[in-house]
């Protein structure tokens, strides 16, 4: 216990103090992994300190990984990396190329001094309960994709809640917390407004939109523009054995079907962006070059992780909409 050090008129919080003191010892090479702290008693009696304040210090210095606890017995040194000062919790719903761009952006603009540990749920209510249990007080920060899952919401506010940040998709019960987050209804609305001059030789709009990982707000986005335009316009769920109409649109959320739309167009023989349309939703660069040239839908994903981690780092409790663009190609 020596080794903690108090100063009671001192301008520096007690809780901070001890953090100090620890992060001072285990520097010094005096405190090694897997070694017993005092615990929260001893501190408190030998200081004369609340309960609150001891327990506050030893709940920060877990959520940074620094040290962990064992339940009846007390607490341990985990790491000796203390120039760690935020750990962070980072789930997403799965990994493809433009989630790696933010990802990787992310990483880039935090810099130093912060562990990032991903994880994905993949879609599923039961896996994005458990991984959110699990990690509940032991990070300093938590960003979630909670996309269109059913009880998310209610998931999520069992965190603490100064922590949270909200990614990608946000939605009224989630309006509490910070978010840097696409708005897929008015984005389609508008990037399809945009487009409108090239939409105007067609004679059917298409939206492929299975409703499982797609938000919500793309199809009734998609479905207000058509009405307001007076498109001629359907939804499906799939693109499976469906042959392609000269004269239709198809606006394809999942890179998936825009394989199944090119192949089949080679089979029909059918020119794109002649005899049908596609636009196609996420900038990838494979797009740029593909038939020609694939229009897309896509927000900026670099700039998403790059103000992810400017909020991370200065504390920020905003609501950030990143904005769409639409990119005009050959596919249109």
């Not at 103090?17 to 017993?36: A, F, H, M, R, Y």
Request: charge should be positive; aromatic fraction near 10%; hydrophobic fraction near 35%.
């Amino acid at each position: 216990m020596k080794f903690i050090q108090i100063q009671h008129n001192k301008g520096i919080p007690k809780y901070k103090q001890i953090i100090l003191s620890i992060e001072k010892t285990i520097e010094e090479g005096n405190l090694k992994k897997d070694e017993k702290l005092p615990s929260i008693n001893k501190v408190r009696l030998e200081f004369s300190l609340s309960r609150d304040t001891v327990l506050q210090a030893y709940e920060e210095l877990k959520k940074r990984g620094i040290i962990y606890s064992i339940l009846g017995k007390g607490y341990y040194v985990k790491s000796t990396e203390i120039n760690i000062k935020h750990r962070v919790f980072l789930l997403f719903d799965e990994l493809n190329s433009f989630k790696e761009d933010l990802y990787n952006s992310f990483l880039v603009n935090v810099g130093k001094g912060i562990q990032v540990d991903i994880f994905f749920h993949h879609f599923n209510s039961k896996v994005f309960q458990k991984l959110i249990d699990d990690s509940n007080g032991n990070y300093t920060k938590y960003i979630i994709m909670p996309t269109n899952l059913v009880a998310a919401a209610t998931a999520i506010k069992t965190l603490p809640v100064n922590e949270v940040y909200i990614l990608d998709q946000t939605n009224p019960e989630l309006l509490s917390f910070p978010a840097i987050y696409q708005n897929h209804q008015k984005d389609i609305y508008n990037c399809l407004s945009l487009g409108k001059n090239k939409l105007n030789k067609y004679q059917n709009l298409i939206l492929i939109f299975p409703g499982f990982r797609e938000p919500f707000g793309m199809r009734i986005g998609f479905e207000e523009f058509c009405n307001d335009f007076k498109f001629k316009h359907e939804v499906i769920t799939e693109f499976k054995n469906r042959a392609i109409k000269k004269g239709e649109v198809y606006i394809i959320p999942n890179d998936r079907d825009l394989v199944q739309v090119i192949e089949k167009s080679k089979i029909q023989n059918l020119k794109i962006g002649e005899d049908f349309g596609v636009i196609s939703y996420n900038e990838t660069p494979l797009k740029k070059i593909v038939e020609n040239g694939i229009t897309t839908i896509s927000t900026n994903f670099e700039l998403m992780g790059k103000i992810l981690a400017q909020m991370i780092l200065k504390n920020q409790k905003d609501q950030i909409e990143n904005k769409c663009h639409l990119i005009l190609r050959n596919s249109l």
